[in-house]
């Protein structure tokens, strides 16, 4: 079985929404096996968590400017620059203040190709783009365009790993104490 990392972000947490959305994990066949209490991040872990190489920020910084220039904003006298990486480095720092802004509960769920099945349980990462039925989609709609504009990150309501590289570091990253130095072993026999 496969295991994968996901994060209720503080405004989940807030409304609610963590308990709710639980049941799509257990509904689609998948084993929570960890869920915290609400707890705070702190940065240091959380600028780890977000650790992006230059082609995240070139990527993320590119997007941000085909937004801005659908919306007809000056990203120059917006953000101050017009590098993408530049301001792919603002966005990670959105996304730390946002992950610190107030709790979170951190979860592994755990299954048959459960790092799949989680990313297409919560939708995509773009709220309003997210299919009705998802968890991103149900329960938030915020645009990219908006979160340009208030200078901030997009609020999708859950974070899921990518890949079983990223489920590795991340369970190793925020769960050591359950799952100690093996932690970045995936992998995990029948409950």
């Known amino acids: ?64 400017l085909r937004d801005a220039q659908a919306i007809g904003l000056d990203i120059q006298n917006h953000l101050g620059t017009t590098d993408p990486i530049e301001i792919g480095h603002q966005i990670k720092g959105w996304l730390r203040d946002y992950m610190t802004s107030g709790p979170v509960r951190i979860g592994v769920v755990e299954g048959e190709d459960a790092i799949a099945r989680v990313r297409q349980i919560i939708g995509s990462t773009i709220p309003a783009k997210a299919a009705p039925d998802t968890i991103r989609g149900h329960y938030s709609q915020d645009t990219s ?32 104490e359950l799952y100690g130095p093996g932690g970045t072993d995936y992998t995990h026999a029948e409950p």
């Open 1 to 64: 079985m496969e295991k994968t990392l996901i994060i209720f972000k503080p405004e989940a947490v807030a409304r609610g929404v963590d308990q709710q959305a639980l049941g799509a994990f257990e509904d689609a066949g998948l084993y929570v096996s960890t869920i915290t209490a609400p707890i705070y991040l702190d940065p240091q872990k959380v600028d780890r968590h977000y650790d992006f190489d230059d082609g995240w920020f070139q990527k993320v910084g590119e997007g941000t």
């Open 145 to 176: 365009e908006q979160a340009l504009l208030e200078k901030r990150s997009v609020r999708n309501i859950i974070h899921a790993s990518g890949n079983r590289e990223e489920a590795a570091a991340e369970i190793a990253l925020w769960t050591p």
